[in-house]
C-alpha cells in the first residue's frame, strides 16, 4: 500500500506477520500444535490466545473463539518434507504423506477443528 505525504509518496512496510488459526477449545488444540511445532508455545498473549514464533518475523496464533473455530487455513514452508512427515505421524498427527503439488511437494494436516496445515517443501 502506497500514499502520497506532501510531495513524497510513501511506501508501508510490515515487519512480521501471524496467521491466525481459530479453534474451538484452546485445552484440546494446544497439545496439537505443540505435537506440530515441537515446542511449547513462545508466548501466551492473553486469555485464550497461544503463540508460536517463526523465522523470519513469523509466526501462529491459535486464538480460542467457538463461534468462527475450524474455517482457518494457514501453509507453513519446510525444508525436509520428509522428515517433518516422520516425526508428525509419531507424534500421532495424522496425515496422507507428501504429495505434488503447486510446484512443490506439500503435506496436508487438518487440526482437531479442521482447520487446514499445509506444509510446503521439497
Do not use: C, I, K
Not at 20 to 36: F, H, I, N
Not at 103 to 119: I, W
Amino acid at each position: 500500500m502506497s500514499t502520497t505525504v506532501g510531495s513524497r509518496q510513501h511506501r508501508m512496510t510490515f515487519t512480521y506477520v501471524l496467521a491466525g488459526q481459530v479453534v474451538t477449545d484452546l485445552a484440546l488444540a494446544e497439545p496439537w500444535y505443540r505435537s506440530l511445532f515441537d515446542r511449547e508455545p513462545d508466548a501466551r498473549p492473553m486469555a485464550g490466545l497461544l503463540e508460536w514464533h517463526l523465522s523470519g518475523g513469523s509466526g501462529v496464533q491459535v486464538w480460542q473463539d467457538p463461534d468462527r473455530a475450524g474455517h482457518s487455513s494457514v501453509v507453513l514452508g519446510s525444508d525436509d518434507l520428509d522428515t517433518e512427515a516422520l516425526r508428525l505421524t509419531a507424534g500421532g498427527l495424522e496425515h496422507g504423506g507428501p504429495e505434488p503439488g503447486g510446484g512443490a511437494r506439500l503435506l496436508r494436516l487438518m487440526d482437531p477443528d479442521g482447520n487446514s496445515v499445509v506444509l510446503l517443501g521439497e
